[in-house]
């Protein structure tokens, strides 16, 4: 693939948008992507391919085509999923189940889903299988129910007697021995196994009616008289049709709704763009497939343009929009040095950046991998579910053959068609499969939505145990601070001017390691004052450092220093305390003698700090602060963001884990938030530990919940994410028992004998065809949960 030029990159406003005037026909072509008219000396954005050029609308649909050519060339069509070798499908209601390619779970009878999220969204194989089924089963239904019913109804037989359970028959076969053949194959695993799930209340039901059809059909003389009604046995094709018609519509419902819960991670990946443009040794610019970048590589990001992979940006200055990361919508800007993530978009200006990670280890990609690890974790609520699935099948089954007996000994004439056919609706209404969903399907569209707001879960028990969380214990440097020191204020003394002195200060402290040390270099390189070079450079160990610039002597530390060298410092004494009481650092600096500056340096307060810890208090969490730092630092930043019950100061690692400990043995759920490797032990003894995702991996590693900004607002969002979540699936639950415990003993017929109320197999096939999809949709809901 070879460029002919990007043409106007900013003009790119997506598919077929802006194409101005209409031109010669004779002279237009058609864009291979989108299918419009394209004069190629008018548009900007052309491609070669095989030696041979394309033309295109706009930078859209040109990046699509050089993406994947042949798709849009008329090359082979699109192959349905395949098992990639090596390739691990599983059930999202047992994920314990692994296997090699698609199949059916050996638990539950439900299709396998790939476990790595793909970009492929092609249909699943058995999505597209039982559309054809039931369109074919429709099809026959159709016209055996007006062969049967019609006749009963309104009196005009549309066959011959004789001749009409015969033609049933030839329609209702291909119906129950090909469309609903799935149905019994996995209903005889089940049997076999002693796993019994829905599919084996399924094919016994529509088994019982068809073989009982089939034989009144072929050996009616087999039946007593009383069987017959007006000189026929009855036969029951059209309830086994219509159930298995029902029943295949019902799963096509289900497994269109599935495939949208596993959207949010497809919106994920979607957000990496297929190609980068790589800029060579020679400077010259080519556009190739991401998977060839490597580390280390130059990249241009031009405007309006997705950061294609982790890195550094070494030129050029640019807002870029990490909403994707972050859940914040305003842009933050970039320039030399900055650090930019795969998958967030460029504003206005165009960068070029240093490819750092590359792959599976981007950011987007660690996100995508916790995401599906997430949808198919098992909440402890799931257990609720298990237990009554566990004896639920046998139960039915135990249920319709009772409601035979009974209505075989009590019920009115036909007694057995009666019975039959109740054991068959009792059979057919009871849905373990809306049970089995209700949880998964809620923590699969949750954790979705969740990522999309910055807030990543590892596994659904701490998204259950976040919601009822009372405590919530926080680090204080990188989790309510930023977490690095800040030159934050400059008090010059007389004589002095700021930028002379600042240089000075940044020249000496450039040879230091101390952390305060490296906040005043990095303002004089943000604020563009030249850093020279210093001689001589001596660090008093517990005073500060020394050293010469420029020919003068420079001294930088606290009040000890400056009286050691004879440098009164009262003139700027007031201010140095008024500072160390909200819990900065301040350093003196003298210059040849005389004291030239106070330096004031500090762990900024983060902006949202303060409204987060609010709208936390206001949910009704108890706030308490752990910090290793002094306790009147700990105070001064508690009293600055307000709201902090407790504050914890002067503590090791194993400090905080202790008093986490303390707090849980009190009766206290607790959710803990740090950043750094000390906060680890404390974020794996919390009940759910909660990590900044601005933080160390063994932090991030050892939380439940990780919020990819490190910002505590993502909290508030992952609070009420968890409130949702947790609601949902309590609905799908109630909706669940409720539809198990009406339907079932309706279908048994306990309101006969009062109300003369029946359910025929074919209202039974439907309402249970609803209750998943039901279950389904309102996990769907979670979509759209508003923060």
Known sequence: MHDHGHGNDSAAHGCCGGHGTARDAASEVKDPVCGMSVDPSVTAHHARHDGVDHHFCSAGCRAKFVADPDRYLGGAPRPEPQAVPGAVWTCPMHPEIRREGPGTCPICGMALEPEEPSLDDAPNPELVDFTRRVWVAGALTIPLLAVSMVAEMIGVALVPAAWNPWVQLLLAAPVVLWAGLPFFQRGWTSIATWRLNMFTLVSIGVGAAFAYSVVATVAPGLFPETFRMHGMVPVYYEAAAVVVTLVLLGQVLELRARAATGRAIRALLDLAPKTATRIGADGAELEVPLDVVVQGDRLRVRPGEAVPVDGVVVDGRSA????????????????????????????????????????????????????????????????????????????????????????????????????????????????????????????????????????????????????????????????????????????????????????????????????????????????????????????????????VVGGRTVVVGNAEQMARIGVDAASLHFSAERHRGTGAGAMFVAIDGRLGALLVVADPVKESAGPAIAALRGDGLRIVMLTGDAEATAKAVAAAIGGIDEVHAGLRPEDKARIVTELRAKGAVVAMAGDGINDAPALAAADVGVAMGTGTDVAIESAGVTLTKGDLAAMVRARRLAKATMRNIRQNLFFSFLFNGIGVPVAAGVLYPVAGILLSPMIAGAAMALSSFTVVTNALRLNATRF
């Open 320 to 547: 870029v929009d990490e909403a994707m990361l972050t859940g914040e919508p305003a842009p933050v800007m970039k320039q030399a040095g900055a650090e930019v993530t795969g998958g967030t978009v460029n504003g206005t200006g165009s960068l070029v950046i240093e490819a750092r990670a590359v792959g599976s280890d981007t950011v987007l990609a660690r996100i995508v991998k916790m995401v599906a690890q997430a949808q198919r974790s098992r909440a402890p609520i799931q257990a609720v579910a298990d237990r009554v699935s566990g004896w639920f099948v046998p139960l039915v089954v135990l249920v319709a053959m009772a409601t035979f007996v009974v209505w075989n000994i009590v019920g009115p004439e036909p007694r057995f068609g009666h019975a039959l056919l109740n054991a068959i609706a009792v059979l057919i209404i009871a849905c373990p499969c809306a049970l089995g969903l209700a949880t998964p399907m809620s923590i699969m569209v949750g954790t979705g939505r969740g990522a999309h707001a910055g807030v990543l879960v590892k596994d659904a028990e701490a998204l259950q145990l976040l919601e009822r969380v009372d405590t919530l214990v926080i680090d204080k440097t990188g989790t309510l601070t930023e977490g690095r020191p800040t030159l934050v204020d400059v008090e010059v003394a007389s004589g002095f001017f700021r930028a002379d002195v600042l240089s000075a200060a940044a020249a000496v402290e450039a040879r230091s390691e101390h952390p305060l040390a490296r906040a005043v270099v990095e303002a004089a390189r943000i604020e563009g004052i030249e850093v020279v070079e210093a001689e001589g450079f001596d660090s008093q160990t517990g005073l500060g450092v020394s050293g």
